[in-house]
């Protein structure tokens, strides 16, 4: 997880330096198991998960579009909501996901629902634009088919 105040300041070199330079950075905060989390949630910690579709095949994460309404979009559920920032923080698969070392990513990635399921809020990221390498259109419609995308959801609401 990071935090909604370094998340909020986080530049794109930094987004792209992905889980492991936010990690060396010191940017990230973790939570080691579902009752630390659970704990953590019952003396006042959001978090907020970020829900989008990759729209290249070489480069990790959000686009530059993407990220602008991630940005946008915390602030605003923070806002609406009367959260503190420095009680909220953001789940977001390319900083709360080892990248480098496959089976950690494979172990975290495993992890996602529980994070997506538990969240205080889940944010669909899905501004019409092109995927970078095919050209095709990507909003709602594309996010909404992908099989990730839906089973993130899918975990929210069978949550609540």
């Not at 997880?1 to 300041?9: D, Q, V, Y």
């Not at 939570?31 to 003396?43: C, P, T």
């Not at 605003?76 to 996901?97: A, E, H, K």
Request: glycine share 4%; hydrophobic share 40%; charged share 20%.
């Amino acid at each position: 997880l990071i935090g909604a105040n370094a998340f909020s300041t986080l530049t794109v070199d930094q987004l792209r330096g992905l889980h492991e330079g936010n990690r060396d950075a010191h940017r990230l905060f973790f939570v080691d198991n579902f009752a630390k989390f659970q704990e953590l949630q019952k003396h006042g910690l959001k978090v907020i998960f970020l829900s989008y579709q990759w729209l290249s095949w070489t480069t990790k994460g959000s686009s530059d579009l993407q990220w602008k309404f991630m940005q946008e979009g915390v602030e605003q559920v923070i806002l609406r909501n009367g959260w503190r920032n420095d009680q909220t923080y953001v789940w977001l698969d390319i900083l709360s996901i080892p990248q480098e070392h496959r089976s950690v990513q494979s172990l975290a990635v495993n992890s996602l629902y529980v994070y997506a399921k538990c969240a205080d809020a889940l944010v669909v990221v899905c501004p019409r634009t092109k995927h970078a390498d095919s050209g095709e259109t990507a909003d709602l419609q594309s996010y909404q088919s992908r099989v990730w995308c839906r089973v993130e959801v899918l975990a929210r609401c069978c949550s609540r």
